[in-house]
């Protein structure tokens, strides 16, 4: 018997039977778990790591490259970030709670500590995120779903690492809540933290779900939900867990969260900065697009008016004043899950230098781009690498610029090589 139907069967015999008696909104929570019980399956052999060429990606130009497996026996592993201090080493994020250090070049890995999470849906120990000045101070930055009192609840917490230099000896404490958010559903809960060239702490959120945006959190300015937040780390002189940096886009605005950076995000699992310093986001669509952003400061990027370039909201005729365009999207024939990358820098594989490698999680599909000039110029030449058979949860970047993918089904560590 399918998970699903074992749930079924169970919320059946606890309601009597009443479950036409639920509100509207219990509802969709029972239909959401049901739907996320189904096991992710990749598309092609997994043993036969071989790019597929196919369907629209035939009349593509191609850049040629393996995925080179560099580590296995992850569990749903979901973010990948690299040691400032210790060369070849990351820490990789799991979905179910443990965060974990390899050391890719000696294949050595361990566990540095075990979150107490929950894992419902999209839900779990979703982000990890170094402080730029880790050598000295320690600190790296979670972003996991706790229950707190019968809600799921993200937070946003500093924790000291006891031996920066050195993760294969160091334990992980001290953790500092900075901030917590409510989620009303177990999806669209974003989870990425990511640093910028400014010292600042972007925090993506999702519009917390179910479908449709049924809160209206994309187009609210008031919550955090749909929006990418920019904070600082210190301690507030005033006793607050962070200070919110004076340059923010909406400071003294009180019709907008002060917090905010820009809004009108779906979800947007994952995201980074490029060379220029500019912040690239991924929003996970809905029915027919995902999109790629040029986030500017104070932006307004569409959702739930519209996915991608097209009206979502209602379906003809929306209200476009005042929303930024993406630069790129793609729609249901190519893929169903946007998973965002990185910018390659490095020096192996030429074709690729200097291109944005991002891929989706369903169709195993994985392109590059040049990013524009014009952060609303519209890109029209993609590069596919290839149709692959794994379910790229998150890509990541080492010192040297060379991009790695994290294979949530078989919990294997890929890094991009020449062909």
């Not at 049901?34 to 629209?56: C, H, I, S, T």
């Not at 361990?110 to 120990?125: D, F």
Request: glycine share 10%; aromatic share 10%.
């Amino acid at each position: 018997m399918k998970l699903k139907w074992k749930i079924l069967i169970a919320i059946l015999l606890l309601t009597g039977g009443a479950v036409l008696l639920f509100t509207e909104e219990i509802k969709i929570k029972i239909i959401h778990i049901l739907g996320a019980a189904e096991n992710y399956k990749v598309e092609g052999d997994p043993n036969a790591m071989q790019p597929r060429f196919n369907d629209a990606d035939i009349q593509r130009e191609k850049i040629l490259v393996n995925l080179a497996q560099i580590a296995s026996g992850f569990t749903q592993p979901v973010d990948i970030q690299f040691s400032p201090v210790e060369k070849d080493t990351a820490l990789i994020a799991e979905k179910t709670g443990a965060l974990k250090w390899v050391n890719f070049r000696s294949k050595a890995m361990g566990t540095l500590a075990k979150i107490n999470v929950i894992t419902n849906a999209e839900e779990g120990l979703l982000g990890v995120a170094f402080h730029p000045a880790y050598a000295t101070n320690g600190k790296i930055y979670l972003n996991y779903v706790a229950n707190e009192n019968g809600k799921d609840v993200s937070r946003v917490s500093e924790w000291i690492v006891s031996k920066p230099a050195n993760l294969a000896e160091a334990t992980l404490g001290d953790e500092r809540i900075l901030m917590r958010v409510v989620q009303p559903y177990a999806n669209h809960n974003a989870g990425q933290l990511a640093f910028g060239p400014d010292g600042m702490l972007y925090i993506g959120w999702g519009d917390g779900g179910f479908k449709d945006d049924p809160k209206g959190h994309g187009q609210n300015p008031l919550t955090f939900l749909g929006s990418m937040l920019r904070i600082s780390v210190e301690p507030d002189v005033n006793g607050k867990p962070y200070p919110i940096p004076k340059d923010n886009p909406h400071v003294g605005d009180t019709r907008y969260a002060p917090e905010t950076w820009a809004i009108g995000f779906r979800n947007p699992w994952r995201y980074s900065f490029d060379p220029k310093g500019r912040l690239i986001v991924a929003d996970v669509g809905q029915d027919l697009y995902e999109e790629i952003d040029i986030v500017e400061k104070g932006g307004n990027y569409g959702w739930n008016r519209r996915e991608g370039f097209h009206c979502f909201e209602p379906k003809e005729n929306c209200e476009t004043k005042g929303l930024l365009d993406p630069v790129y999207e793609y729609g249901r024939k190519e893929g169903q899950s946007l998973t965002g990358g990185y910018v390659y820098t490095g020096a192996e594989i030429s074709a690729l230098k200097n291109k944005y490698v991002f891929a989706d999680f369903v169709s195993g599909r994985i392109w590059a781009i040049d990013l524009p000039e014009n952060a609303q110029t519209k890109v029209t030449k993609v590069f596919t690498l290839g149709r692959w058979p794994v379910l790229i949860s998150s890509f990541g970047r080492d010192a040297a610029g060379n991009v790695y993918a994290a294979d949530f089904g078989s919990g294997k560590i890929f890094r991009l090589v020449a062909k």
